[in-house]
């Protein structure tokens, strides 16, 4: 069956760092948009970062761009989200979503084909 199982997260001070990976299985992973998207405490669930297919093209937030580092390796079947320079605003459930047919610039045009369970990630001040 389809999973996607993220790791990585954790408590973080602020201005640290944190790599979070999702290892996807049950699907054809390099047919795939990866995205990242987050979930605060009283807040929507929004987008951070996706990555293309092939991993060559990306989609960043406002809000991460310049902080935040989406890849994915198609061998692996795994995608990251490397982030740098970390706020307390950042303070949130990520959760790894796969979606297919649309672009990375596209991703939040489309609901995801398959999530993730969620990890955390706080950011103490």
């Known amino acids: 069956q389809v999973q996607l199982v993220e790791s990585g997260g954790g408590l973080v001070q602020a201005g640290g760092s944190l790599r979070l990976s999702c290892a996807a299985s049950g699907f054809a992973f390099s047919n795939y948009v990866m995205g990242w998207f987050r979930q605060a405490p009283g807040k929507e669930r929004e987008s951070v970062a996706a990555s293309g297919r092939n991993g060559g093209t990306t989609y960043y937030a406002d809000s991460v761009k310049g902080r935040f580092t989406i890849s994915k390796d198609n061998a692996k079947n795994t995608v990251y989200l490397q982030m740098n320079t970390l706020k307390p605003e950042d303070t949130a459930v990520y959760y790894c979503?796969?979606?297919?047919?649309?672009?990375?610039?596209?991703?939040?045009?489309?609901?995801?084909?398959?999530w993730g369970q969620g990890t955390q990630v706080t950011v103490s001040s």
């Open positions: 979503a796969a979606i297919f047919g649309v672009t990375a610039q596209a991703m939040s045009l489309k609901s995801p084909d398959y």
